[in-house]
């Protein structure tokens, strides 16, 4: 059997003017809910790269200030002894903040945790480049140190070979 053909245009099979049913409107919100979550680390990715730290920790606090979704974790990650977790779970209220679990209390399976938490860590990095970037010792300037570091005749060196692999590339081109 052929499926029934499909008229463009029809008001009575477009998507957007069906009633949805209510498993359509949690796919819907959970989607919206996913795809917020990745514009936000986006969002915060870029910031970082571009050194823009001011704007990243700005931005990082509007949104822990003003977002509330959150990602499933394991519930026992809250005897895991991370002090930094407990402000991002989830309380049954809707606000954030989890009291330690009394001696004895039963673990739940998953907790909801707010989805910067694991943003945390580059937060922390960011605050103390920024302290040592307005201290006047910038991260950007300094070269890495150790056995495994070029000097600045290997730099050049180096350059100067990819400056003629270039330049015969481009004359085999021709």
């Known amino acids: 059997m052929r499926p029934k053909p ?12 069906r009633p949805r049913s209510s498993t359509e409107d949690s796919s819907v919100h959970g989607g919206y809910q996913v795809n917020r979550i990745l514009l936000y680390r ?4 870029m910031l970082g790269k571009a050194d823009r730290w001011d704007a990243y920790l700005a931005t990082w606090e509007t949104i822990w200030a003003q977002s509330s979704e959150c990602l499933p974790v394991r519930g ?5 002894g991370d002090l930094r977790l407990a402000p991002f779970v989830r309380r049954a209220d809707g606000g954030f903040g989890a009291p330690p679990l009394p001696y004895g209390a039963p673990v739940p399976k998953t907790i ?3 989805f910067l938490y694991p943003q945390l860590r580059r937060k922390t990095l960011i605050e103390r480049k920024l302290v040592q970037e307005r201290a006047g010792r910038l991260f950007s300037e300094r070269r890495p140190l150790g056995r495994d570091a070029l000097t600045a005749a290997e730099i050049q060196s180096r350059l100067t070979q990819i400056r003629e692999s270039a330049r015969r590339d481009e004359a085999q081109r021709l």
């Open 42 to 45: 986006s969002i915060l990715a």
């Open 112 to 114: 909801a945790v707010h």
């Open 76 to 80: 026992d990650a809250l005897m895991g």
């Open 6 to 17: 499909v008229r463009m245009g029809s008001k009575r099979d477009c998507a957007c003017s």
